[in-house]
């Protein structure tokens, strides 16, 4: 049970530092591209309530709190799902890696989906896979670092489930870039 907790608290922390400082600055920085990128879009308000072009105080606070919420949320969903994960923490991250990009994509063109019509689409879509990559995949590597799990080999029941997980993400994404490009 110690090790569950652990597990828990140093996912939940890497996720927090990682989100905050990672996933709050590229999500800062990729703001801006996009608004650079289509200038005309000044004043358009957004999905979240943030209006293009405006750099606030609130806005910038409102994007590192999400990406520290966000990472405690794939902290914690590390530690917790990284026994059905394959051994060896580069196949973990790279599977990790893909499933919450997938699953992030998906989820971010379904809840900003009238933004999508207004900024340019392709390049939306590419720097959120970009932010969420590189948010997420430090997460396995610094958590099996601070708090290793114990040496075991997945079965085959594991394997499917992930699998089958994968590939549901996947659709999911899919799908989601489909809905945005419908828009």
Do not use: C, K
């Amino acid at each position: 049970m110690r090790w569950w907790l652990r597990s828990v608290a140093v996912g939940s922390g890497v996720g927090l530092g990682v989100g905050l400082v990672v996933g709050g600055t590229l999500g800062r920085v990729f703001m801006r591209l996009l608004f650079l990128a289509r200038e005309d879009a000044l004043g358009f308000e957004t999905a979240m309530g943030a209006i293009v072009g405006e750099f606030t105080r609130d806005g910038t606070t409102f994007v590192y709190v999400f990406g520290a919420f966000a990472g405690i949320v794939l902290g914690v969903a590390y530690a917790l799902g990284r026994t059905l994960l394959p051994s060896g923490t580069r196949m973990r991250t790279l599977v990790f890696t893909l499933g919450t990009t997938a699953f992030m994509l998906g989820q971010i063109v379904r809840g900003n989906r009238e933004d999508f019509s207004i900024l340019p689409i392709t390049l939306s879509l590419l720097l959120v896979v970009a932010s969420v990559a590189l948010t997420a995949a430090p997460v396995p590597v610094l958590v099996e670092r601070l708090a290793p799990d114990r040496e075991r080999h997945p079965g085959r029941v594991a394997q499917g489930v992930v699998a089958l997980g994968l590939t549901g993400f996947a659709v999911f994404g899919v799908t989601g870039i489909l809905i945005a490009y419908s828009g």
